[in-house]
C-alpha cells in the first residue's frame, strides 16, 4: 500500500532519450517559475495597502482584494472567496516551485490545470476550446501535459523512487544543486526595488492649462481603435487637486464633453483619479527630457475587476496619458485609451 501511495505521488520515469529529459528539465523550469513568480509571488507582493499586507498572517486571507473579487465573481463563494483565492495564491506559487523542482509534479500540474481550466473556459465569456490563441488556453495544456508525463529524469521525484543500485550518490545532490542555481538565477530580478521617487505638485500642475489633441480608445464591440479630435482644460479646483475637463468630437460632429478629477497624496505616492487610488510605481526624467509617470492602482473595466495602469508622459509643450488594464497576474495589459495633446 505505501509503495503504491508513493509510486502515486512522486512517480517519474525517464524520457526516451537524455535529450529529451534535458529538454523536459529546461521546460519544466520555465513552465514552474514563470507560474510562481509571475503569477503567485506577484500577487503576494502586489498587496498595497497595510489592511491587504496583514492577510499574509492573518486568517482573512492571502490575495489581493481584486483577485478575490474575481473568484467570487466565479461563483466560488463558499465557505469564503477569501479561501479560494488564497488558496489559488500559494497552489500557484508553490505548485509552481515544485514543479519546477520536480517534486510531487503530477499533483502539482494537476491543481494548476484545473485553475487554468477555470481561466481559460469558464471566465473568458466566449471560450474557443482548441483554437483559442490566448496565454491561459496555452497554460492549461502545458499542464496537463506535465501532469501526464511527470517530472522526467531530472527531478526530485525520479531520484525519490529510483532503484537506489542505479545511480551514483553524488548524482542526485548535483541535480538538486543545479536546480537550485537556476532557481535563484530566475528569482534575482525580482528582488524588491527603492521606492519610486514621489511625485510633486508642480510635476502633475503641468496638466492644467489648456491642450488641444487626440483621443485613441479600444472600441469593445468592434474591438477596433477609434480616434476622435479632443480638447483638455486643466484647472487647479483644490489644494493638490486638478479638473480636467475633456471635450471630444464625435464622428458625426457632436460635442461630448467629460472631466477626471486627481489628488495627489500629501507624501507624493497616490494620485487618486476619479476615486481610484493608484500607487506611484515610477517617476523618471526619460532621455528626451520628458518625465514619464507610472501610476497603478485596482479598479473596474467593463464591469471586471482589474489592474489599472496610467502611464503620463510630460513635456512643457506636448503631454500623453495612457491607460492599459490587466484582469490580474500572467495577464497582458491592454492598452483601453490614450490622449496626445500639445500646445
Same mark, same amino acid.
Given at each position: ?40 509571488? !506577484? ?23 481584486? /483577485? ?16 479560494? $483565492? ?22 502539482? $500540474? ?9 481561466? $481559460? /473556459? ?60 537556476? /532557481? ?23 496638466? $492644467? ?23 483638455? !482644460? ?110
Amino acid at each position: 500500500m505505501f509503495l503504491n501511495m508513493k509510486k502515486v505521488l512522486f512517480g517519474a520515469a525517464a524520457l526516451p532519450t537524455r535529450a529529451a529529459d534535458v529538454a523536459w528539465l529546461l521546460f519544466r523550469l520555465h513552465l514552474g517559475l514563470s507560474i510562481a513568480l509571475g503569477a503567485g509571488w !506577484s500577487k503576494l507582493v502586489g498587496l498595497y495597502t497595510a489592511t491587504e499586507a496583514a492577510k499574509l498572517t492573518g486568517t482573512a486571507g492571502a490575495a489581493p482584494d481584486w /483577485f478575490v473579487q474575481q473568484v467570487a465573481g466565479l461563483g466560488f463563494t463558499f465557505p469564503s472567496p477569501y479561501l479560494w $483565492a488564497t488558496l489559488a495564491v500559494w497552489g500557484e506559487f508553490g505548485g509552481g516551485l515544485l514543479l519546477a523542482l520536480g517534486l510531487l509534479t503530477r499533483l502539482n $500540474a494537476l491543481q494548476l490545470a484545473f485553475q487554468f481550466f477555470v481561466v $481559460a /473556459f469558464l471566465w473568458y465569456e466566449k471560450p474557443e476550446p482548441v483554437l483559442g490563441m490566448y496565454y491561459q488556453q496555452l497554460l492549461f495544456w502545458a499542464f496537463v501535459l506535465a501532469a501526464a508525463l511527470g517530472g522526467g529524469r531530472y527531478s526530485l521525484d525520479y531520484w525519490l523512487t529510483r532503484p537506489a543500485r542505479t545511480t551514483p550518490a553524488w548524482r542526485p545532490a548535483a541535480t538538486v544543486a543545479l536546480l537550485a542555481g537556476l /532557481f535563484l538565477a530566475a528569482a534575482t530580478p525580482v528582488q524588491a526595488q527603492n521606492p519610486p521617487e514621489p511625485v510633486t505638485w508642480p510635476q502633475l500642475q503641468l496638466l $492644467a492649462q489648456p491642450w488641444s489633441g487626440t483621443l485613441t480608445y479600444l472600441d469593445y464591440r468592434s474591438q477596433q481603435s477609434v480616434t476622435l479630435p479632443t480638447k483638455l !482644460s486643466g484647472r487647479q479646483s483644490g489644494a493638490r487637486q486638478l479638473t480636467l475637463a475633456f471635450t471630444y468630437e464625435e464622428p458625426n460632429g457632436q460635442q461630448v464633453s467629460g472631466a477626471d478629477t486627481l489628488e495627489l497624496s500629501a507624501d507624493g505616492q497616490t494620485v487618486t483619479w476619479d476615486g481610484v487610488a493608484l500607487r506611484v510605481r515610477q517617476n523618471t526624467v526619460l532621455p528626451d527630457q520628458s518625465r514619464q509617470l507610472v501610476l497603478e492602482g485596482e479598479g473596474q473595466d467593463n464591469g471586471k475587476s482589474c489592474l489599472i495602469r496610467k502611464t503620463l508622459q510630460l513635456m512643457a509643450r506636448q503631454v500623453s496619458v495612457k491607460k492599459e488594464i490587466s484582469y490580474g497576474p500572467g495577464y497582458a495589459f491592454i492598452t483601453r485609451n490614450t490622449y496626445l495633446f500639445s500646445k
